[in-house]
């Protein structure tokens, strides 16, 4: 896998990828990470012109640097529920890698235990989604499962609350316990939940909305349940 940026290639040298090969412009090559990493010997950095890291990349807004790694691991879906404080966020046909790497920047930077995605019909860790995300994903869990509406019933077997996001939600996002383990479950921009999926869930949890525009983007309405969790458990 080629991946692009400067966040991402610096965040996988810190994760548990392989990183056989750098590329950096000359500009890019002056970060002091990348000094570092030249100097350390340990992973060839080599000079490209920006039309190079292009053609390696296959995008245009690679930043000066690409990078040559070992394919994502995903984890195991039942050992995120392991922790007895576990916060694990499943998506619902979330199938736009853009939107795949936003979930995945929030998720990691929350502290969450992972992220459950689908086999099928749902976006899969690409270059773009770990340009999107920061990095994060270097960092951060990412589980694939055959079906989403069974997991849901395996972590209610593990002791979890399951909370789906939806517009019709009978509870306000901030009104439920969020102590203990939890599953945050939300569904595609436009779609939303599944009727199996959310039929799954121990409860349905919405968002007041007080503007003109009655919806949020999935990656900024999961901020704010992520963070609801986060206060709820600091308190």
Known sequence: MILYGRNPVREALRGQRSVNRIWATA???????????????DTPVERAEHDEIAALSGVDDHQGVCAEV??????????????PDALVLVLDEIQDPHNLGALARVAESAGASGIVIAE?????????????????????????????????LTAKDAGAWVYGASAEGEARYDQPDYSGKVVLVVGSEGRGLRPRVA???????????????????VSTATAVL?????QDRMQ
Request: charged fraction near 25%.
């Open 27 to 41: 500009a890019a090559a002056r970060e002091p990470w990348l000094g570092e990493v030249a100097a350390a010997g």
């Open 70 to 83: 070992s394919d994502y691991v995903y984890a195991d879906a039942a050992r995120l529920l392991d922790d």
């Open 120 to 152: 099928r019909r749902s976006a899969e860790v690409t270059p773009t989604v770990c340009k999107t995300s920061a990095g994060a994903v270097e960092h951060l869990k990412i589980a694939r499962v055959g079906n989403i509406g069974d997991y849901l």
């Open 199 to 217: 039929k799954s869930c121990d409860a349905l949890v919405h968002i007041p909305m007080r503007g003109k525009v009655d919806s949020l983007n």
């Open 226 to 230: 992520v963070y609801a969790v986060l």
